[in-house]
């Protein structure tokens, strides 16, 4: 996320730390969720009645409800306790367990995962009042949406962090246009970073994403030793007004299903339905 990335610089990797010793490990998927192949994309609202936050908070492990206790302020609590009870709720879904017995992992960079061999991928991330989450077999994704702003130092950020030819694509739009284009540009990345996971160790102007309106999503080079542009999927989001997303993979497309975005509330009762 942008707020991430512009502050202070991550502490070294640490090892894996498991959520808690008590829960039960799960790794087999009811794999009829899924289609061939499948990606599969929820977003929830991070609002909530306060029967439903504390169904939330009930969901997350000890180390997460002590995270959650870390906030200082009431909505940033409350957002944490929704997204990451939204992210526990919907593995339940797909495993066909209680959320509060799943077994996740941060791996080096934070990134979560569950502990065992599930094939399972899934990735996060949350932005204003929106959760946006990710889930396939068998490949590794990241996900990435950002509320739509206005932002004083655009410029300045994308000399900062974007590839020579991003900077001068976005300078050649019209200031109206820029806004929009910077948040293309920096989410395609960011979801590239995270489908990797390794997190702020790749420099974000060694690889470069399309950016200009109309064009479809897509990287135009990678370098290092993550394979070539082709070998990836990059696929464009804009899962409400006023948010843009993007989903990054090194697969050929995968077919991509998007529920609508819900309010908290609805998640476990939509489900329950399903």
Known sequence: MLKLLLGPKR??????????????????????????????????????????????????????????????????????????GGLRILLAHYLGCPPNV???????????????????????????????????????????????????????????????????????????????AFFRCWTRKEAYVKAIGDGLAIPLNRFRVTLLPGAPARFVQIDGEMGTASDWTLQHLEPAPGYVGALAYQDSQRPTTIHPTVRADKLPEILHAR
């Open 11 to 84: 502490p070294p990797r640490a090892k894996p730390q498991v959520a808690d010793a008590d829960e039960v490990a799960i790794v087999k998927p009811d794999q009829s969720r899924f289609g061939p192949r499948e990606v599969q994309i929820w977003g929830i609202w991070l609002t909530a009645s306060d029967a439903a936050l504390a169904y939330y908070r009930s969901t997350l492990s000890l180390h997460e409800s002590q995270n959650a206790e870390k906030f200082r302020f009431p909505k940033l609590k409350r957002c944490y306790t929704l997204s990451r």
């Open 102 to 180: 799943i077994r996740l992992i941060n791996g080096p960079n934070g990134k979560p995962e569950l502990r065992d061999s599930s094939p399972i991928r899934f990735n996060v991330s949350h932005s204003g009042q929106m959760a946006l989450y990710a889930f396939t077999l068998g490949c590794e994704l990241g996900i990435d949406v950002e509320e739509l702003r206005e932002l004083d130092d655009l410029e300045s950020i994308a000399l900062r962090f974007f590839s020579t030819g991003e900077v001068s694509e976005l300078l050649s739009l019209n200031p109206e246009e820029r806004g929009f």
